[in-house]
């Protein structure tokens, strides 16, 4: 067996978002977060605002400076449509829905090369009324070839969330995706812990260890069985040592990021409070021993 690989912790801005972006890096570094996953929204790096490329460049040199590594994520609720959660997605009824959403995501694909990110996340969006299954599925992969085009060409995994009430809500459904485009090289995983709890029908950490091969990003929240709402840690029902030991185990070396994307109003507290809870469960990169 091979010795497990210490659990690198992120943060995600998603649940910070009432701090200024140079001030949320410099807490979790000052909590000792070893990165963070980055959001892209208007309050922070707006990717659809002027200058993208300078302000992407002083992002770098922050992180750098503190010494945190980065994921960037793409889940901001309204960054293309104030009126619309995640709208639209990649398989809106509207093909220039579709592509605005393409479109960000092949920018978000060249902020990641220039931050240095260890992968981009996106999600597939929720099947909308006006589609059948297999038409869903067809959008799906006409909408992501050019981004996972665009990934290869920088050298950026592409890591697709399985998200309770998308399309693409499962692990099955990640290797559905897989089959369907034919197993392209950039293509990866995030593998989200409390979407394991909501639904997957096998134990969270049997989850780690099944996705282990295409594992390229990892959330981190409590859950509990059939309710989609991401908890502090101890809110929920996920018993973790299992889960970091088998996440240690995969030898993966990304970034585990706490997601807690509704809890911005106590974000200060709950980022160190999260470094805490999981410091005491596993075993972690810099992390002191007893």
């Not at 909590?31 to 302000?55: F, Q, W």
């Not at 369907?180 to 780690?208: N, Y």
């Amino acid at each position: 067996m091979s010795p497990a690989t210490p659990i690198r912790l992120g943060y995600g801005t998603n649940g910070l978002t009432d701090l200024r972006l140079g001030d949320a890096l410099a807490l979790l570094a000052d909590l000792g977060y070893d990165g963070v996953g980055l959001t892209l929204d208007h309050m922070h790096l707006d990717p659809l605002t002027p200058n993208l490329a300078a302000r992407t460049s002083q992002v770098a040199a922050t992180l750098g400076q503190l010494g945190l590594d980065v994921t960037v994520e793409t889940g901001a609720r309204y960054v293309l449509d104030p009126r619309r959660k995640h709208g639209p997605s990649l398989l809106d009824p509207d093909p220039d829905g579709r592509a605005a959403r393409t479109t960000l995501l092949t920018t978000a694909v060249q902020v990641a090369a220039d931050l240095g990110a260890h992968a981009l996340h996106c999600f597939s969006g929720i099947t909308p009324a006006d589609a059948t299954p297999d038409t869903a599925w067809k959008r799906l992969e006409e909408s992501l070839t050019p981004v996972l085009e665009a990934a290869a060409d920088a050298g950026v995994a592409l890591a697709i969330e399985p998200e309770p009430g998308h399309l693409l809500a499962t692990l099955a459904d990640f290797h559905r995706l897989r089959g369907i485009l034919g197993d392209p090289e950039p293509l990866g995983l995030t593998l989200d812990i409390g979407h394991c709890q909501c639904l997957e029908p096998a134990p969270a950490a049997d989850c780690v260890r099944d996705a282990a091969p295409w594992l390229r990003h990892v959330q981190i929240e409590d859950m509990r069985r059939g309710v989609h709402e991401h908890l502090p840690f101890g809110d929920g029902e996920i018993d973790f040592p299992p889960v970091l030991e088998a996440l240690a185990a995969t030898g993966y070396q990304g970034l585990t990021v706490v997601e807690l994307p509704r809890h911005s109003h106590a974000g200060p507290e709950l980022a160190r409070a999260s470094i805490e809870f999981l410091r005491s469960q596993a075993p972690l990169k810099g992390a002191p021993t007893s």
